[in-house]
Every structure is written in C-alpha cells, then in structure tokens.
C-alpha cells in the first residue's frame, strides 16, 4: 500500500443528526460536517463548514435510488454527484466533471470503504471506527471528493464489512474465466 500523502482525522457527536469534526493528523481543526434528517429519518443533506474558507453542501437528489446525492458550492457551483445502480449494489459511483470514481469496501474483512479512480486506482481509504474515522489520501484529489466519499460511506456502514467481488478478481480467484474464441 503507497504511503499516504495526508490524513484526516473525523470524530462523531450526535445520534439522529450527526455532526462530524474534521482535523489534520496534528489535530487542527479543519471543519464541521453536519448530516440532517428528515422525520422519517432518511438522510437529506449535509453541510460542510470549514475553518476558512467555503461552505460546501451536500443534498438528496430527487430519485428512488439510495446514494443519490450532490455536491454543491456555497455559490451554487456543481462539484459532484453520485449514485448507486442498484438496490444490492454495495458499488457507489462518483463525478466530478473531469473522472469518475467509484466508491467499494475496503479489502478484506472489515469496516471501511476504497475511493477508486478509473485510470489510477486507489486513491484514498476511509477507515471505519466505532465514534471516529480516518481518511488517508493516497495520490493526488480533491479535499471536496474526500468529504463527499466519507458522507456517502457514513451513511452506509454497515453494507462494508464483506469483501467485493473486485478484491477476487484482483487475487485471480473470481471464478472461471470464459472460454476465448
């Protein structure tokens, strides 16, 4: 696994809306992302307020699939948005504009989740602890599609604790491989 370039630390307060306090790896505050719910308790939107700099918010796109969300800029600006295929899916896809990433458990056995780059591969890992968590970036992206990815990944943590179909075909064990013409 490459060395990771930075981490950011997340400790969470609250049970229904939940509130999580970003910091860097010496402990400086970085920002505060708050999750809202509705009375049926579905997450709605989230809001990021950094330290300095811009507000971030993160809401439900209208739709029946879950992990529908965007990410917008206190100005209005499209930064991203993300989906989930499917009911049974545990894959949750991300665009940016420029790539596409995809968001999977992590390897193994375990609670956290892999942000994939299409071309490059992993480029960040969010581990998952019981009132904490912590991201490690492992090459060049956003700080916004980190934030974005460990929204989407707190939303569903009980769904990472299998391994995915990726990590067999990644060891060469995900079965035959169809006869060649």
């Known amino acids: 696994m490459p ?37 049926w308790g579905m997450v709605v ?12 918010r993160i809401r439900r796109d209208p739709g029946l699939l879950r992990g529908q969300f965007s ?4 100005d209005g600006e499209w930064l991203g948005s993300s989906l989930r295929w499917a009911f049974l899916r545990r894959q ?12 999977v458990p ?29 991201i490690q970036q492992l090459r060049k992206i956003n700080f916004e599609l980190l934030l974005f990815a460990h929204f989407l990944g707190s939303l569903t943590t009980y769904e990472c604790f ?3 179909a990726m ?5 060469g064990t995900a079965g035959p491989k169809p006869a060649q013409a």
């Open 3 to 39: 060395q990771a370039l930075r981490t950011i630390c997340i400790k969470k307060k609250g049970l229904w809306n939940r509130t999580h306090l970003l910091s860097d790896e010496e402990g400086q505050p970085l920002g505060t992302l708050s999750v809202s719910r509705n009375r």
């Open 45 to 56: 939107a989230g809001e990021y307020r950094p330290e300095a700099g811009e507000v971030l």
């Open 71 to 74: 990410l917008w800029s206190e």
């Open 92 to 103: 949750i896809d991300i665009w940016t504009g420029s790539k596409p990433f995809r968001i």
């Open 106 to 134: 992590a390897r193994g056995f375990g609670r956290g989740w892999r942000v994939i780059a299409t071309k490059t591969g992993e480029a960040a890992s969010i581990k998952l602890g019981l009132g904490s968590t912590q």
């Open 162 to 164: 299998w391994p995915t």
């Open 167 to 171: 990590d067999a075909e990644e060891r």
